[in-house]
């Protein structure tokens, strides 16, 4: 009979689970079709099945963060991570939210953590790199976008990061590798073509700055028509 009992919970434990899953599915479905107030109604059916899905937390996270409920995003993430330390998309989550809130010291741990976890993610090495960016830590910061860059060469915004990084230590030329990278991924990358106009005018190529600068103003990027008045005439 014990046998018995311990197979008969043991099925519905695992009955259980496979709703809580279905009702988390549905409520990710819902939230990609933009059903905020369904999707809410979801995960709470996720969570009366089973109280322990971190998932189910992470994803409550994640529409707190989209309404801007910075408090009630961050105890989501934080119950998320402390039910399975090892999920990923919360902790990448957490370090984001803290980010948005200027707390650059405190996004630096989760983000780690989620960079050990999936040391193949393009995304958190680019989160990485901009939260050292942050802490004035250049060069860390550069090896964080360079990663993420290896990991995805189409990562735009690793390469306009580290492109800035680039001017700011005055080496134009790795500067404009990255922004004229930038822009041959995406023609509408509007403040790519304005970094590198800058880029190019900082080492007298004034035809490749102006064309650069011309492209971004067509793009309607705030100050690109101010720079070419004042640098291209």
């Not at 990609?32 to 409550?60: C, D, F, H, M, R």
């Amino acid at each position: 009979m014990r046998i018995l009992s311990t197979i008969c919970l043991s099925l519905l434990l695992l009955a259980c689970s496979s709703d809580a899953d279905s009702w988390l599915q549905e409520a990710k479905s819902r939230l990609q079709k933009g059903e905020t107030v369904s999707a809410k109604e979801a995960i709470k059916k996720a969570l009366e099945k089973n109280p322990g899905l971190a998932e189910a937390y992470n994803l409550q996270g994640v529409i707190a963060f989209q309404e801007k409920s910075w408090d009630e995003a961050r105890t989501n993430y934080q119950k998320a991570i402390e039910l399975k330390p090892s999920l990923y998309t919360a902790q990448l989550n957490l370090g984001a939210l803290e980010m948005e809130q200027g707390q650059w010291q405190a996004a630096l741990a989760p983000t780690e953590a989620a960079v050990k976890l999936q040391p193949d993610s393009s995304a958190a090495y680019l989160q990485r790199g901009i939260v050292q960016a942050a802490l004035s830590k250049s060069d860390a910061a550069v090896a964080d976008f360079t990663r993420s860059i290896s990991k995805n060469s189409k990562e735009i915004n690793a390469l306009y990061n580290r492109g800035n990084i680039y001017f700011q230590q005055e080496k134009y030329a790795l500067a404009n590798q990255d922004f004229e990278s930038c822009v041959q991924i995406d023609p509408s990358f509007s403040k790519g073509f304005y970094a590198m106009g800058l880029s190019y005018y900082k080492v007298s190529e004034k035809e490749k700055a102006c064309f650069a600068l011309q492209q971004a103003q067509k793009l309607k990027y705030p100050g690109a028509k101010e720079a070419v008045e004042n640098l291209c005439n």
